[in-house]
Each structure stands twice: as C-alpha cells, then as structure tokens.
C-alpha cells in the first residue's frame, strides 16, 4: 500500500472525487437551470470510465495522465477568469503533493527553479502526526476545536528572494472513515488528548498509525504575505537574546531582503559610544554584515567633524534616504566625498539612526548596487519595526553591561564605586573580544600617585577579654561534667581524673594546646559515653542532667560557648554599628571627591582611603581635596565615638574602643590584587606605609608604658611639624562645635622596628 505521506500520520490517504461527483448529481436532479444541469450531466459521464475518481486512488501518475479530464472537472472551482490573480491548487489534505494549478500558481513554481520542492513550513514529525489526530477530532467526532496551527509555503522569485505565503485549505472535498482497527474515543478521553498536545505517544496510542482513511482532495489558495513573516522574523531574530551567548540571527540580511523586496542588499549597522563620541563595531556582526557608509565614518572622519556629524543627528534624528545617488544633488552636505558610494558600488542607500529618549544609540544602514532599490516607501516600512530595533537594541546593552558586571564579579569582585570605571574598561574590551571569538588577556588595574588616609576603631583588650570569657566557658563545662560524673557509677573514675587535670591546668599553666586536647577528649570519649548513658536503663536525674548538658554545648566545636558568645555578640553590634556610621558618612566624602574606600571587621573597624588624580582624572584636582578629607575623617571618626557611648550600656559584655588616625604625606600606589581580589599598596617603597600601620596598633608613648591610644580619645599619629598645624586647626574648629575637649596632649611615640621620629596628638571627647 503507498502511503501518500512522506511524514507517518494515521491515515491511509486516498486521492477521490466523489464528494465533488456528489455535488454534480444534486445539480443533475435537482437544479432547475437546465444548462447547469447538462453541464453537471456531461462532467459525471465523463468520468463513467474511471471509477477511481469516485472510489480512490493511490497511484498519483493517474493525476498526471487524467490531467486535462480533472481540470474540466474542477472547472467551476477554477475559474479561467481568475487564473493569473489567484495562487490556487487541488491537493492531497497536509501533503506536499499539489496539482491543477492556476497560472499564477504555475509562474511562481517555475520562477523558483525545476529543482525545488514545495514543503510545508516549520512543522516537525510529532506536530504533523497529532495535527491529523486533530482533524479526525474535528470532522469525524464533531469536536470544536477552534484553533488551528498556520501553515506556509517558503517560495523564492527568480531574484533569489524567499517569498512567504499563507495557505488556506478548503476540505469540503474530504472525508474521515474509520478502519476496524480504529478507536473510538469518548469525550473524556478527548478532553484528555487536547490537554496533552506535546505527548505524542499518547495520541498515537489512541490514534494509531493508518487506522483511519482520508479520502478527497483540498482547495489551497496562497496569499503572498512576505512582509509580514519577514517582520515577524525581524521581532523573533531581535527579541531571542541568549544572555550566555550573545549572537545574532545569521539569516538577517536575508529578512531584510525579503522585508523590502530588494534581491542585492546589504546590511550594516553600528552602536553610539555616547562616552567618547564615536561608532562601534558589533564584534557579533562582523562576519556577516555590510558597513560601507558607517565604515567611511569611523575611519575618514577627523575627530571633530565627527563629532559635530553625531551631534548633528541628535539634534535632527531625520533619516537618510537616498534613491538614485547619481540624481543625489551635489550641494546635500552627506559625506565630505561621494567616492566611498561609487567605490562600493552603492547606487541606492539609506541611513537610519536609531534614537531613544532624543539620544543617539545606533545608526543602520542599507545599501544597494540598484538604483532605486530604496525611497520613501521603504522607509515607510521600517516605522513597523522601530520599537523592536529599540527594544533589541536596549536588551542587547542591558545584557552587556549584565555581562561586564559579571566579568568583574567572577574576575576581580565587588569594587568600589569610584573606581569600577577602570575595571569596566577592562572588563568591556575583555566582552568585545569574546564578542570576536578573541582572546583577550585583562590587565593589571593600578592606580598611582595617591594620597593615603587611614583610621581605625579598635575595640580595647578585646584578646584579654576572650582569653577569660573561655576559661570561664571551660571551667563551666567541666564543673557540669564532674557533676554528671558524680552522680553515675565506677566507671566514669577516669573521667573524673581527666577532667580533674584539666582543670588544674586551666586555671594554673595553661598550654597552647589545652582546649584543643580537651576538645578531642569530649569527641572520642566523654560524649559517646554520655550518649551511651541515654540510650541504656539510667535514672531520670542523670539522663536530665546530660540532656541539659548537650543543651548547652556549641555543636561545632563541642564546647559551652555562652559567655564568649556574649562577647562575639557584642563585637559584631560594635562592628555593625560603627561600619554603618562609616559607610553612610563615605556618601558624603566621595561628594567632596571620588577615591577608592575600603574598610575591614574584625575586634573594631579600620579603613583606608586613598585620593589622587588617576582615579578621577575628568576632575579637577588639587591638595585641598585632601585638607577636607582628613578634616571629614576626624568629624566621622568622633561621630563614631559619641555613638558607641550611645548604645554601649547596652552591650552583653561591657567594651571600650580607642580611636586612631594615621596621617601620611607620601604618595603611594596601588594595585589589584588578582588572587586576593583586593587592592593592595604596590611596590616595596609603598610597602613601608603598611608597616607602620600595623605598628601603631600597640605602640607606647615614648618612655612610657602607656599605649597611645585610650578610650575615649582621639590620637592622630602624624611625622611632621607640617601635619601639626594642619591637625590643630581642625581640632579647633570641633572644640568650637563641642565635639571634642581643650585637653590636646602633645605625645612622641616610642621607636617601633625601622621607624622612627613619630609624633602624635591625642584629645578627648566631650
């Protein structure tokens, strides 16, 4: 049996004219017109002799030898009339096999080349099979289902053009038996189906293959509906952005072509770099697109008539259009030369810039060998997909600068404000070369020439503290275990014991390795003897003692932990509560000039600032800039201070912080660390500047014992006279505000390893 579909479906399909036959016996009997019905009359007697025409056929070279006969038949479904208007044939339901064509019809199959088949567009095996499920739903069980997939013929003209159309299908002609193998479906089961369109092995359970017959033919007719598929496929090729691979749709040339009806087109088209004033290339474009006009652009322009060129079409954003450039009036001030058009044999051009918002985000262009190929009418066209352009074009920077953030998370980390532009350089010519399918290498980020701030909140004796709030937590734990251990029988001695030395050593030599020894003996010994004791027959006392007991232990480390948990608490509000102070004051400072700001937690807060040129060099840039931020790091670091003696009486564990400043004249340098992904100062000169730092933090007064910092004072470290002056004035100016006291002591610091000749200046808050 031949099977008239290339594709399976669950028809056995047969090629018949008896419903048509049909309809010419109810003229032969029943219509009172009686050359309607001589005519009916002759059609059904010459079709007597070939009774396939009524009972159906497979065998589709009878189409071909019965030609003429079908086309008499059909004659009333055909008018001659309209035969070089309308695209129309008889066909076998959802097949590629066609036949009695219009004129039309056969010009448009002829112009496409002998070699080319007609298909069916974009409808895969499984679609086509529950497609044909469908119709039998439809026409033999009488099921409304109102909506229908769309069909297109893909067609290209004699220029190469790939021209679309729509088929409307006729199937009065048709009809739907079931064989014995058929099923037939309730209407639950129906209900069923369309709800699982996509499970093509369900609809093929129910309708399986060949068990029902399809005989007849169609009517098609085709309607040329180039414009719209190419639109549609311009919004789909600008709408599908992949955010992990951003690439164009290849073909899009060949839409545009198809759009505006012009066989030789090419395609170009460049986004605005507003920042520097200039065009750039779409590396993702590059193979495969056309820049003639914008290419002269970037490349004979000088600097600044392209400037005044793009300010020019921001101001006035008017199109470019260009039908004949032979008729193109010499006085038209496009180009400083024509040359660039006759070289590229550009005869016919558009330029088209794409604006939002009154500003300039794209330029396209057209260009055509033809003269003629572009005017007024084809711009027309292009206002029905502007908005996707823009959209497309929006999508496309969104998921650029989406994947530049991402190329500077994953490569250096979170950055500072001030200096994210820098990585954004790197980062955009790292995107554009991958754009390319080029390897790029990021370069080192530094900065130089800075000026170096540094301050620091320090919470006092915070180790002390610790050391003692363990010995507290351990004695505790053990004090719990003996009492345990009391209380249960003799096998629990060498516990006691253990436990016994631990405590001595606690409170008498400690070593540096007791908790962790203490730890291990919780681990491997007392703990799964302690769970054992749950476990088994054991009174209700001790099973409520050790329950109470692991209640109390920190799971991580197997350990009580609630008077060193007071104190961890309280660091982390001290941190939280100064940081916040910090970083809502750095809002203000980077108003007074853009630097780069970094600040750490640990037992306090400390930051750094660094202030110089090359981290904003469009400003202006002076040594005033840095006079204003030391004085706003003095006002923030006592801000700090009074709000700490705000909320410190609430604290779990009481604390004290001493403040510091370090003042440094030197310029320094930094640079980004790629493996720590932080910037560090850069250079062993630089590195001194970070000695001293972390020196300061337990100096003395010299020929003292005296730490130079105290709770409840401001110290400013400083090296000269110079630094002094500068220092006392602003603290005048906060004595004036009541900020701080009129008890300014003028201290030298001890000589730490390799430095010397330190000064310091300490004050008290009010």
């Avoid at 001030?333 to 006759?342: C, E, G, M, R, V």
């Avoid at 060498?494 to 919780?522: G, P, S, V, Y």
């Amino acid at each position: 049996m031949t099977n008239l579909y290339k594709k399976d479906s669950p028809f056995q399909v047969y090629i018949s004219f008896k419903k048509y036959l049909d309809v010419l016996e109810h003229i032969r009997y029943n219509d009172r017109l009686e050359y309607r019905v001589n005519y009916a009359e002759s059609l059904i007697e010459s079709t007597r002799n070939f009774k396939e025409l009524r009972d159906g056929f497979q065998d589709i070279s009878l189409l071909e030898k019965n030609e003429d006969l079908i086309r008499l038949l059909l004659a009333d479904l055909f008018p001659t009339g309209l035969t070089y208007n309308e695209i129309k044939a008889a066909s076998i339901p959802l097949s590629n096999l066609t036949f009695n064509y219009t004129e039309r019809f056969k010009s448009i199959l002829k112009d496409a080349g002998k070699d080319f088949e007609i298909e069916l567009r974009n409808i895969s095996d499984n679609e086509f099979y529950v497609f044909c499920c469908c119709l039998i739903l439809q026409s033999y069980f009488k099921k409304d289902i109102r909506s229908t997939i769309p069909l297109y013929y893909d067609i290209p003209n004699k220029q190469g053009i790939m021209k679309h159309y729509k088929i409307t299908v006729n199937s009065d002609f048709t009809e739907i038996i079931p064989t014995e193998t058929a099923k037939i479906l309730d209407d639950e089961i129906m209900d069923m189906l369309l709800e699982n369109l996509d499970d093509f092995k369900l609809w093929k359970k129910y309708f399986p293959s060949q068990s029902w017959i399809l005989k007849g033919f169609t009517i098609i007719s085709l309607v040329d509906c180039t414009s719209e598929v190419a639109l549609s496929d311009l919004k789909s090729s600008m709408i599908e952005i992949d955010p992990e691979n951003l690439k164009p749709n290849e073909n899009l040339t060949e839409i545009f072509k198809s759009y505006f009806d012009v066989p030789d087109l090419n395609f170009g088209l460049m986004t605005f770099n507003k920042k520097e004033q200039k065009l750039d290339k779409l590396p993702i474009y590059e193979s495969f697109l056309t820049n003639h006009i914008l290419d002269f652009w970037i490349n004979t322009f000088d600097e600044e008539t392209r400037k005044n060129t793009f300010n020019n079409l921001s101001h006035n954003s008017k199109p470019i259009v260009v039908s004949n450039v032979d008729h193109l009036d010499a006085g038209v001030k496009l180009l400083p030369s024509f040359s660039i058009l006759k070289d590229n044999h550009i005869s016919s051009f558009m330029v088209i810039p794409i604006m939002k918002d009154n500003e300039l985000l794209a330029i396209m262009e057209f260009t055509s060998p033809v003269a003629g190929s572009f005017n007024g009418l084809k711009l027309k066209k292009m206002e029905f997909f502007t908005d996707m352009v823009l959209f497309s074009l929006s999508r496309f920077y969104f998921e650029k600068n989406y994947q530049i953030e991402a190329i500077i998370q994953r490569e250096y980390t979170t950055i500072h404000d001030s200096v994210v532009w820098k990585f954004r350089n790197e980062a955009e010519k790292y995107f554009t070369a991958s754009l390319g399918k080029k390897i790029y290498t990021l370069k080192q980020i530094s900065f130089k020439n800075l000026t170096p701030l540094f301050g620091v909140s320090d919470i006092r004796s915070s180790s002390e503290k610790r050391f003692k709030l363990m010995l507290e937590d351990l004695n505790q734990q053990i004090e719990c275990l003996m009492e345990i251990f009391t209380l249960t029988n003799s096998d629990s001695e060498k516990f006691l014991l253990a436990l016994d030395i631990f405590k001595n050593e606690l409170n008498h030599e400690i070593k540096a390795d007791t908790e962790q020894r203490f730890q291990r003996l919780l681990r491997e010994e007392i703990h799964p003897f302690l769970q054992g004791k749950l476990e088994i027959k054991t009174s209700r006392e001790i099973k409520s003692k050790i329950k109470d007991y692991f209640l109390q232990i920190f799971a991580q480390t197997d350990l009580f932990y609630n008077h060193r948990k007071n104190l961890d608490d309280s660091i982390t509000l001290v941190n939280r509560k100064l940081a916040d102070m910090l970083d809502e004051s750095q809002v203000k400072a980077q108003q007074i000039f853009p630097h780069y700001y970094e600040r750490f937690k640990s037992d306090g807060v400390e930051h750094n600032l660094y202030i110089g040129h090359t981290i904003a060099p469009d400003l202006h840039y002076t040594f005033k800039v840095v006079h204003k931020l030391r004085y706003w790091q003095l006002k923030t670091i006592c801000r700090m201070e009074h709000e700490f003696q705000s909320f410190k009486k609430d604290l779990p564990i009481p604390l004290d912080i001493a403040s510091l400043i370090f003042v440094y004249n030197e310029k320094i340098d930094i640079r980004f660390r790629m493996d720590e992904k932080r910037f560090d100062v850069d250079g062993a000169y630089n590195s001194y500047y970070e000695i001293i730092k972390k020196r300061l933090d337990k100096a003395h007064i010299k020929d003292s014992s005296e730490r130079i910092t105290a709770p409840g004072k401001i110290t400013i470290v400083y090296f000269g006279m110079e630094n002094q002056k500068e220092y006392l004035e602003y603290i005048t100016k906060l004595q004036k505000k009541g900020v701080l006291q009129h008890d300014v002591e003028f201290l030298k610091v001890e000589d730490l390893q390799g430095i010397t000749g330190l000064l310091a200046l300490r004050v008290s808050l009010v």
